[in-house]
């Protein structure tokens, strides 16, 4: 009998493998930080052991998969070396348990996790579908045909798959802590591709896309007449988006979805591609396109009194227009506050300009202290340099978040990568 111990079992893309394999009937435990994290939440209603980090958790018998986050000098990694036991790292072990379905990797450098659980919501009204999402979200189905996986581009990590469809949402230049620049993200993108088996579905109105090669047919979808999956007639409104699809200029269908922003119908529109290259029934896409109710992190709603707060996952400028442009679809009447906590050094110094743009679409804007990362060194770089570049913008502080109070009737957006969660957390408190 294999046991799978997770070094690292909180991370969102371990979570969510651990969470697959016991629900394949597979023995699982794992160890981390004893801080509470979101990510716990479904192993604990799973009952899924977590231990804190110690080396007598390693024992004879298991098999070791070790998180990214981790070098082989951890306690626990050295141990299960020294005593001989199988140690996989987390992509690798994904890269061989992925051959055994049609597999579907979507990548991107925005938009990865919302797409993923659209797809694997929609694919699963078709047939059965494991997928790991990397909001933390994963579940494994006995005898599925498709798995849906979400594919990091940091560190080029996501070369240790080979799957049979990637879906690719953009390239941009991120990460500027591995990145030299954007051919080089470009380059990993382009390694990828040439590993995918069936076919790519990428977004066409994308300029570093449309230079992808590739040994697979290249689908592409977007907004542009070039584009084999156009969106046409697009109808935003308070409810949602309806759109109409045509493949090569041909209508095939009209459809709906529940969530806002032209980024949203990208997600869908990828979904569909990939879908109709699958001989998915259309009926079926329609339905399931109207019953998600999104992912993690993304877009998620609250109504306390007179306002809206909004927790977005948005770390990059490309993404915070995105979730501004959102939340003013659905709430056109109502003012947007941005509460924003940069998400590393490197990211924040790589993109002061780019922040300060995307950020001033917003009615009011406050910052939160750069959440940095163990990895790097902050430099002489501190908020204030962000501070500077936006007009009326201002500092706000854990202990300290009543000034959010004066926006009546607004949508408040706390966005970032960090623990921007524990400002809302705290602003929640003052309300109650």
């Known amino acids: 009998m294999t046991v799978y111990h997770f070094v690292g079992i909180k991370g969102t893309g371990m979570s969510a493998l651990a969470q697959i394999l016991h629900d394949m009937n597979y ?39 070790a998180g990214n986050a981790f070098p082989d000098t951890h306690p626990e990694i050295e141990e299960a070396n020294r005593i001989g036991l199988p140690v996989i790292r987390y992509h690798r072990f994904l890269g061989e ?11 991107g450098v925005h938009g990865k996790t919302s797409t993923t659980g659209l797809l694997s919501h929609v694919i699963q009204g078709a047939e059965p579908t494991s997928y790991l999402i990397g909001d933390g979200t994963g579940k494994g ?54 590993q995918v088996k069936k076919g790519i579905i990428a977004w066409g109105d994308d300029e570093q896309l449309q230079q992808i090669q590739a040994k697979v047919p290249v689908v592409y979808y977007g907004f542009g007449d070039d584009n084999d999956f156009q969106a046409r007639n697009i109808v935003k409104s308070t409810k949602g988006t309806a759109f109409d699809v045509f493949v090569r200029n041909t209508f095939y269908g009209s459809f709906q979805i529940t969530t806002f922003g032209d980024h949203s119908v990208l997600n869908a529109l990828s979904v569909i591609a990939l879908c109709h290259y699958e001989g998915i029934d259309i009926e079926i896409i329609q339905q399931r396109l109207l019953t998600f109710e999104g992912v993690k992190r993304r877009f998620n709603e609250k109504k306390l009194g007179d306002q809206i707060l909004i927790d977005d996952y948005a770390h990059h400028p490309t993404e ?19 509460v924003f906590q940069p998400h590393t050094f490197t990211r924040t110094q790589s993109f002061l300009d780019e922040f300060a743009d995307s950020l001033q679409k917003a009615d009011y804007i406050y910052l939160c202290d750069i959440f940095g990362s163990a990895r790097e060194n902050a430099g002489k770089l501190t908020i204030d340099n962000l501070l500077e570049k936006i007009n009326n913008s201002q500092l706000i502080i854990e202990e300290d978040t009543s000034v959010l109070k004066q926006h009546e009737d607004a949508v408040i957006v706390f966005m970032g990568a960090g623990d921007i969660q524990k400002y809302q957390e705290a602003y929640e408190k003052v309300l109650a």
Not at 97 to 107: H, L, N, P, W
Not at 150 to 160: D, K, Q, S, W
Not at 180 to 192: E, G, H, R, Y
Request: aromatic fraction near 14%; hydrophobic fraction near 45%; charged fraction near 25%.
């Open 27 to 65: 023995h699982v435990q794992g160890s981390d930080i004893e801080k509470k994290v979101f990510t716990q939440k479904a192993l604990e209603a799973r009952n899924i052991k977590i231990l804190p980090f110690a080396k007598e958790n390693i024992q004879e018998g298991l098999t070791v998969i």
């Open 97 to 107: 348990f992925m051959e055994m379905y049609t597999s579907v990797a979507i990548t």
């Open 141 to 194: 189905i006995p005898n599925s045909k498709y798995f849906a996986f979400e594919a990091c581009e940091y560190r080029r990590h996501f070369l240790a798959y080979k799957p049979d469809y990637a879906i690719m949402t953009n390239i941009d230049f991120d990460h500027p802590d591995y990145f030299a620049n954007l051919d080089d993200v470009f380059d990993a993108f382009q390694q990828m591709a040439l």
């Open 320 to 338: 915070i227009n995105a979730t501004i442009d959102a939340a003013r679809q659905k709430y056109p009447e109502r003012d947007i506050v941005a």
